[in-house]
T-cell receptor, first 112, second 113 residues
Framework: DQQVKQNSPSLSVQEGRISILNCDYT??????FLWYKKYPAEGPTFLIS?????DKNEDGRFTVFLNKSAKHLSLHIVPSQPGDSAVYFC???????????FGTGTSLTVIP | DSGVTQTPKHLITATGQRVTLRCSPR?????VYWYQQSLDQGLQFLIQ???????AKGNILERFSAQQFPDLHSELNLSSLELGDSALYFC????????????FGNGTRLTVT
């Protein structure tokens, strides 16, 4: 069962514009959410996280928004840069769980 | 550099064989996780260890097993290999069992021919 879903396999954005990557989840017990970035031939790299007690967390060009009522998570990258081109995974875990659930990823291409 | 080391980087073997993948977690991390990523698939959780003990199991086949040693490094053993086992196998570590980020190694690419 896919408890974390990324419904857009790919996204293309012009350099300098905003990239918005979306993630939906089904388990209301999830309380910690993360975004990872993955380049080819490398492991996923932790980008940013958010606890369920917040609805927004910002780190430089990256902002994660959490809408608990909609069970929806999004990652905003502003401004987008060519080096941001990668596959982005969202992940979630419950506060009593041991397993991180990952989405299937969204491939972002930032066009110079 | 995540601090998580996986060896080997590439492995090519034949069906029916057995292989061992190795992972050294980041210094100070007690939890080790194993994930499988097949072509065009997301990260499928296999198993988690915390301080030497198995803590959670995901979609891990009975032909696969893992362990975490006293020095906290972990090994994933894959036996009776099938073509469908060809995938990227990632190890990740974290400080504790709870809400701290996973840090991934660069993976082992297994090709079964």
């Amino acid at each position: 069962d896919q408890q974390v879903k990324q419904n857009s396999p790919s996204l293309s954005v012009q350099e300098g514009r905003i990239s918005i990557l979306n993630c939906d989840y089904t388990n209301s017990m999830f309380d910690y959410f993360l975004w990872y970035k993955k380049y080819p031939a490398e492991g996923p790299t932790f980008l940013i996280s958010i606890s369920s007690i917040k609805d927004k967390n910002e780190d430089g060009r990256f902002t994660v928004f959490l809408n608990k009522s909609a069970k929806h998570l999004s990652l905003h990258i502003v401004p987008s840069q060519p080096g941001d081109s990668a596959v982005y995974f969202c992940a979630a875990i419950t506060n009593t769980g041991n397993q991180f659930y990952f989405g299937t990823g969204t491939s972002l291409t930032v066009i110079p | 550099d995540s601090g998580v080391t996986q060896t080997p980087k590439h492995l090519i073997t034949a069906t029916g064989q057995r292989v061992t993948l190795r992972c050294s977690p980041r210094s100070g991390d007690l939890s080790v996780y194993w994930y499988q990523q097949s072509l065009d698939q997301g990260l499928q959780f296999l198993i988690q260890y915390y301080n030497g003990e198995e803590r959670a199991k995901g979609n891990i086949l009975e032909r696969f097993s893992a362990q975490q040693f006293p020095d906290l490094h972990s090994e994933l053993n894959l036996s009776s290999l099938e073509l469908g086992d060809s995938a990227l196998y990632f190890c990740a570590s974290s400080r504790d069992r709870g809400n701290s980020p996973l840090h991934f190694g660069n993976g082992t690419r297994l090709t079964v021919t």
